[in-house]
């Protein structure tokens, strides 16, 4: 059971990996998390990493989203909103 553990270390580090990266870039553009984290098709099945990256990707433009929410004049230009 241990062994078996054990295997499954290098994959999450390489998950783990792929989607700390693919936030950072995200981060930095405002886009392209799919971009990078496709990667993880390599240690994912299609289906689960799909939905790992629909949902990452989500959750990083909902933090995008929440951190600009209450800085119009970042989002918006100058005379823009009132």
Do not use: N, W
Not at 8 to 32: D, E, K, Q
Not at 48 to 53: C, D, P, Q, S, T
């Amino acid at each position: 059971m241990r062994t078996h553990r054990l295997q499954r270390l290098p994959s999450l580090a390489a998950l783990l990996t792929i989607y700390a990266v693919a936030a950072v870039l995200s981060g930095l553009s405002g886009f392209g998390f799919s971009a990078i984290g496709c990667l993880s098709f390599a240690v994912l099945s299609p289906e689960l990493a799909v939905a790992m990256l629909m949902g990452l990707s989500l959750l990083t433009q909902a933090f995008g989203a929440a951190a600009l929410s209450g800085q119009p004049d970042r989002v918006a230009p100058k005379g823009a909103h009132s």
